[in-house]
């Protein structure tokens, strides 16, 4: 294709302008998303760190199976601390999740479930 001015590559330049510019404006908005997303993930693992120091001062958790304790101080501090951070409604234990760390403790521990049944 013969080329007699410049026209064909200033289109061709501004068409490639707008591509990147499109793909960078793409890439800041998923690099914000993630940037969040992130800033929700360090939020809640601080929070469920606090949860953990206070389920360890618990007298009854050093008294279960340590898988249980692991799961209680794992998983569970991060249910918590979700449910936390997700509070709109203000309860003091949202989805009840902090109250069943006793009911679970109670059951994770024979001795007791027998005399109380």
């Known amino acids: 294709m013969p080329v007699d001015s410049a026209e064909p590559f200033e289109s061709a330049l501004r068409n490639l302008k707008a591509m990147w510019s499109e793909q960078s404006l793409v890439s800041s ?3 914000e998303q993630a940037m969040q997303a992130l ?4 939020e809640r693992n ?4 606090k949860m953990v ?3 360890e001062q618990i007298p009854d958790l050093h008294r279960v ?3 249980v304790a692991e799961f209680l101080c794992g998983p569970w501090a991060q249910v918590m601390a979700s449910a936390e951070l997700n509070n709109a409604e203000g309860v003091e234990d949202p989805g009840g999740y902090k109250n069943l ?5 109670w059951s994770a521990q024979p ?3 027998r005399q109380h049944v």
């Open 39 to 42: 800033g929700r993930a360090e």
């Open 65 to 67: 199976n340590a898988t």
């Open 101 to 105: 760390v006793n009911i679970l403790l």
């Open 29 to 31: 908005e998923s690099m």
């Open 111 to 113: 001795e007791l479930t």
């Open 46 to 49: 601080l929070l469920a760190e």
């Open 53 to 55: 120091a206070a389920l």
